[in-house]
């Protein structure tokens, strides 16, 4: 039998960088003059900016200051990225699952110059089957998009989506995809899995130990 696609989330997934794009989300909105405190701006990683900004703001605040606010948090994420890392395990699960037959692409909404950075981190380029960015779709989870930009790189499916958030798991079972998470986002399991994945690991490291466990075994 063909094993599904992994379609692999990248923030809070594979490199540790949630806690800063946390950071970097409030400062931007300070700059405007509005205090999103911390926990619900954590809450809101997973979703691209495009949601996420009128999530936390507002739609009239999104509408009136949204581009400028985007470009500001990029800015103030990039005086942060280079304490981003991988989780260990990250590019050795991506090994395991191209050696089990699975294509690989790494689903992610991150600007591209970003993404670049991150393929680099998990010297990924060569192993991956694609990946996409946030040229890839005009609308961000929790909405579908970016799952199904992932799965027509690889000829449309099946695909299980492995990522950390809600909103991964959300936008994944719009599309009836499958979810496997891991906690490296900062989400708890019973929300996780309450929000529809099949299965919770604390991290990468476990998921890969127990790899038999899931679809891809």
């Known amino acids: 039998?063909?094993?599904?696609?992994?379609?692999?989330?990248?923030?809070?997934?594979?490199?540790?960088?949630?806690?800063?794009?946390?950071?970097?989300?409030?400062?931007?909105?300070?700059?405007?003059?509005?205090?999103?405190?911390?926990?619900?701006?954590?809450?809101?990683?997973?979703?691209?900016?495009?949601?996420?900004?009128?999530?936390?703001?507002?739609?009239g605040f999104a509408r009136e200051e949204g581009d400028t606010v985007r470009i500001e948090e990029h800015a103030?994420?990039?005086?942060?990225?280079?304490?981003?890392?991988?989780?260990?395990?990250?590019?050795?699960?991506?090994?395991?699952?191209?050696?089990?037959?699975?294509?690989?692409?790494?689903?992610s909404s991150a600007k591209a110059e970003d993404l670049a950075h991150f393929l680099d981190l998990l010297d990924a380029r060569e192993l991956a089957d694609g990946w996409t960015d946030s040229s890839s779709v005009e609308r961000t989870k929790p909405e579908p998009d970016l799952v199904a930009a992932a799965?027509?790189?690889?000829?449309?499916?099946?695909?299980?989506?492995?990522?950390?958030?809600?909103?991964?798991?959300?936008?994944?079972?719009?599309?009836?995809v499958a979810t496997i998470c891991v906690r490296t986002g900062g989400f708890g399991a019973d929300e996780l899995l309450d929000a529809g994945a099949e299965a919770v690991f604390d991290s990468l490291v476990e998921l890969r130990e127990r790899l038999d466990e899931t679809p891809f075994g």
């Not at 490199?15 to 701006?41: E, K």
Request: hydrophobic share 45%.
């Open 76 to 107: 103030l994420f990039q005086q942060l990225i280079h304490e981003v890392q991988p989780f260990a395990g990250a590019r050795a699960l991506i090994e395991d699952l191209k050696a089990r037959g699975c294509k690989v692409v790494l689903a």
């Open 1 to 59: 039998m063909t094993p599904p696609a992994a379609i692999l989330d990248l923030d809070g997934t594979l490199v540790d960088s949630n806690y800063q794009h946390a950071l970097a989300w409030y400062r931007a909105f300070r700059l405007h003059g509005i205090t999103v405190p911390m926990w619900r701006c954590h809450r809101a990683i997973g979703m691209g900016g495009d949601q996420l900004v009128s999530y936390l703001a507002g739609e």
């Open 151 to 176: 799965l027509e790189l690889v000829g449309g499916g099946p695909g299980v989506m492995i990522g950390d958030s809600t909103w991964d798991v959300e936008a994944a079972k719009k599309l009836e």
